[in-house]
């Protein structure tokens, strides 16, 4: 099982800030696919250009293995 976490437009695109996902995805690339699947051109949208922090670490590599929690990031902007 893994803890999600959505912030800003990705919590928006998917109606909540955070579920547990009890589906059995391994890496990154599949729990993008996931997402766009389950929530739709909103959340592709946000996962253009957004990210993933995975543990702590944040990632973008779809072959990363996924964690117990992963925060889904849009893109930031500002510095």
Request: net charge negative.
């Amino acid at each position: 099982m893994t803890q999600l976490r959505y912030f800003a437009a990705a919590a928006e695109a998917a109606g909540r800030d955070e579920e547990q996902w009890d589906a059995p995805l391994a890496t990154v690339g599949e729990l993008k696919s996931a997402l766009i699947e389950r929530y739709g051109a909103a959340m592709e949208r946000v996962l253009l250009t957004g990210s993933f922090l995975v543990d702590g670490v944040v990632s973008r590599d779809p072959a990363r293995k996924l964690g117990a929690r992963v925060d889904v990031l849009p893109p930031f902007a500002g510095g």
